[in-house]
């Protein structure tokens, strides 16, 4: 039970359901702004540039990438594992808010959800591009073929990965889609223009509001939230096991799947912040994306920082406990010191330390500071993986093979397309789909706004 | 406020209300009268509107199901592939490594109960691409509560504008809808 006289309310100015509606249709109906236009002229320019370089790496090769024998794993995987990590947020937000009967969340889990689609679908470019031969891609199904049949290995946590992306693509784009459904209902029958009527009309797949609707409507959102729980904690997890069932020392430690199923939460909620906070500003949605909700978000993330900060020393400590000198020199020669020991201490800072300021009330509410702290935390989540993937990888078991790694242009070039591709791709959602869900924001509007009647909600 | 109505399959009458609360009382003294209520539609769902149709949702039970047929066919799947149709030696471990089929097998009955609960949501609510479809007051996804009733004789339909009127309907009125389905 959502008790507004501890939390305030979730919904401030007083609305009624016509006016939650026109808000949130309001950027759909309004013309393009100019800022809008500006970004979006970047991002694709951005997405050009990621475009070129997908173009080299296709048709010369990989050797158009910085990696080599020992680093065989550069930018790529590092960008994968990020954004693969950033499109976690989306659905560990709905999916466990929901299940948690989290009334806050009605606010920000279209956004967050949004985020994920595009971010996992950025994150899937990178490993079938590494393939090397992308026109060869559909190798990796099991397919009944003439080689045979020779059938994939199902041993191996690389195909365990393809798996779990694609069926976490899949699964968080229908989520956000039958989440959206009611919505564009809404929209059709409001909007006076006829081509928005047939378009909204046509995704809103005939949607009436009926209770036989809703009925079914609600009990699929439960189901398919219980079952999703469980995706995002072992999606992240296979995405561990890339490194932690080698023996590559750094890597193969059990600490791995939690270690990297937390640190997604924590950069996916971090971009969350960030990106509610751009919305709130540009659409001026401060009556439902309130300063409790943000404050809510800080929350989650300082308690997130401290497990990282764990999870950091934990490593650190079994390195020296285990007796292993490969894991000593790992961790102790070639992170905390050594040449990559800017990159250790600025995940360190960014991740263990920054978001500590977040106990400070004054510093949570302070929205410049909090954006500044979001984006310190998804540097300090790139530069995680850029630690264990890199300095693991650089110096192993055989100094004559030991190495160093710098991107070349091109694969800076595939990072930045992707960069752009979020971006434009967030866009368009700021443009063609109601940011916020509206029917759900509709649902708690009486429970959560003081002054109410709070007894016929008690439905929760 | 006086309607006058002809009792035909196709006449409705039909109650909006502006509030969530009014719409309940409306139901439970309509419920007390023993007058069927034809429909039902909000701009959120509101269980104890769900309830008052008497309708219920066995979906968790047919994911369920989905689950299990699911789970038995990948698992099938990756046993004939790889243990039966075509066994290769990976670094001589056993063919039947049982348990590294757990996590394909997770992952994927996850996905056949995603993408069968959602077609047999679309299946059992109607909600399809392209389909036409009934709605008795365009504002019902905005910010109206609607009630819809079958007409009866005059008698009967009189006695329930009044009713609605007394609960707070902001409108009554009789519209002749195609089938509610």
Same mark, same amino acid.
């Given at each position: 039970m959502y008790k507004t006289e501890v939390r305030g309310s979730l919904i401030h100015g007083n609305k009624n359901y016509h006016q939650i509606s026109t808000d949130i249709i309001a950027p759909i109906d309004q013309p393009i702004p100019l800022w809008w236009k500006a970004a979006m002229g970047i991002s694709l320019l951005a997405l050009l540039y990621g475009i070129v370089a997908i173009y080299l790496t296709v048709t010369v090769g990989i050797g158009t990438w910085g990696v080599n024998n020992s680093v065989a794993w550069g930018w790529e995987i590092i960008n994968f594992v990020w954004w693969i990590g950033i499109g976690h947020a989306g659905t560990a937000f709905s999916i466990f808010l929901l299940i948690l009967r989290q009334k806050w969340r009605t606010s920000i889990n279209r956004a967050a959800e949004a985020m994920t689609v595009v971010a996992v679908g950025c994150a899937a470019l990178f490993p079938a591009i590494h393939m090397g031969r992308i026109w060869l891609a559909f190798f990796i199904f099991p397919y009944p073929n003439t080689r045979g049949p020779l059938w994939v290995n199902y041993n191996s946590p690389l195909f365990w990965d393809f798996i779990a992306i694609s069926a976490y693509l899949l699964i968080s784009a229908s989520f956000w889609y039958f989440g959206m459904v009611p919505d564009f209902a809404t929209i059709r029958d409001r909007t006076k223009s006829k081509v928005k009527k047939a378009v909204y009309g046509f995704f809103a797949f005939g949607w009436t509001g009926s209770t036989k609707e809703w009925l079914r409507y609600e009990s699929l959102s439960y189901v398919l939230g219980g079952i999703a729980a469980v995706l995002v904690v072992s999606v992240h997890s296979i995405v561990s096991t890339d490194f932690a069932s080698s023996v590559i020392p750094g890597w193969? !430690? !059990?600490?791995f799947p939690p270690y990297f199923v937390v640190g997604a939460i924590f950069s996916g909620f971090a971009m969350v912040m960030t990106l509610m906070i751009i919305i709130r500003k540009l659409y001026k949605f401060q009556d439902y994306v309130t300063d409790s909700h943000l404050n809510a978000i800080a929350k989650i993330l300082v308690f997130i920082s401290l497990i990282m900060g764990t999870a950091y020393a934990t490593e650190i400590f079994i390195a020296w406990y285990s007796g292993s000198q490969y894991e000593f020199f790992t961790f102790f020669n070639n992170r905390i010191t050594g040449d990559y020991a800017f990159e250790f201490w600025a995940m360190v800072i960014c991740n263990a330390f920054i978001p500590q300021l977040f106990w400070s009330k004054k510093i949570r509410s302070n929205l410049t500071a909090a954006f500044i702290i979001s984006i310190f935390i998804n540097i300090g989540m790139w530069y995680e993986r850029f630690n264990i993937i890199v300095t693991s990888l650089s110096k192993d078991y055989l100094p004559s093979s030991w190495t160093t790694y710098h991107p070349t242009w091109v694969e800076i070039g595939f990072y930045v397309g992707t960069l752009g591709m979020f971006v434009a791709g967030v866009l368009l959602f700021f443009k063609y789909i109601p940011m916020i869900a509206i029917s759900e924001v509709k649902g708690i509007l009486k429970a959560t706004t003081p002054g109410n009647d709070h007894k016929i909600h008690s439905h929760e | 406020m006086t309607i006058k109505f002809t009792a035909m399959n196709k006449q409705h009458i039909i109650g909006v209300f502006n509030e969530e609360n009014e719409l309940l009382s409306a139901i439970r003294r309509v419920k007390e009268n023993g007058t069927e209520i034809a429909e039902i539609y909000t701009p959120y769902p509101i269980h104890e509107a769900i309830e008052a149709m008497g309708k219920k949702s066995r979906f968790s039970f047919a994911a369920f199901l989905f689950g299990f047929a699911g789970a038995s066919g990948v698992l099938l799947f990756l046993m004939y592939t790889a243990v039966w149709d075509w066994p290769i030696n990976y670094g001589g471990k056993p063919t039947n490594a049982f348990p590294s089929f757990i996590i394909v097998t997770i992952v994927l009955t996850i996905l056949t109960i995603t993408l069968a609960s959602l077609f047999t949501f679309s299946v059992r609510a109607k909600v399809y691409p392209g389909k036409k479809f009934v709605m008795p007051d365009h504002r019902s996804m905005d910010d109206k509560f609607v009630i819809v009733f079958f007409a009866g004789s005059d008698t009967e339909n009189e006695k329930l504008t009044n009713l609605l009127n007394e609960e707070g309907a902001t409108e009554v009125y009789n519209k002749e809808l195609q089938p509610l389905i």
């Open positions: 193969h !430690t !059990t600490i | -």
